[in-house]
């Protein structure tokens, strides 16, 4: 069974006391190799957060159906939700992502409304 260099890695016949490549000492055959130092008490790796939504398709299809000026205000605040994120404001990115969504429902509701009022007004007899 080869012995392999902690150092360089190189492969060494069993017998030998040091390496054939970098003349470091090889470990006896009957030691447990050293795998290094590993720290047990590290703290992990922090999660990285998950994007909110910014709810663009549907802020887009407001502004196009309905030419509401709310669905213009709900793709600035989808946007300003984005930077946040990629600025790791993981707070405000919410924040605005709930302002984006509340804006988007009212700016929903008020474009009903004004279809139905057009259509019962006559406008488009």
Known sequence: MKIFCQECGAANDPGSKECRICHASLPRNDSKPDYGKFNFEASPAPVKEIQPPIYLLWSLALTFCCCSPLAILAIIFGLQSHLAFKNKDYERAER???STRIVLI????????????????????
């Not at 474009?111 to 007004?121: D, T």
């Open 106 to 125: 009212w700016s929903t509701v008020l474009g009903f409304v004004m279809w139905i009022v057009l259509f019962v007004s006559g406008v488009f007899d």
């Open 96 to 98: 605005k992502s709930e």
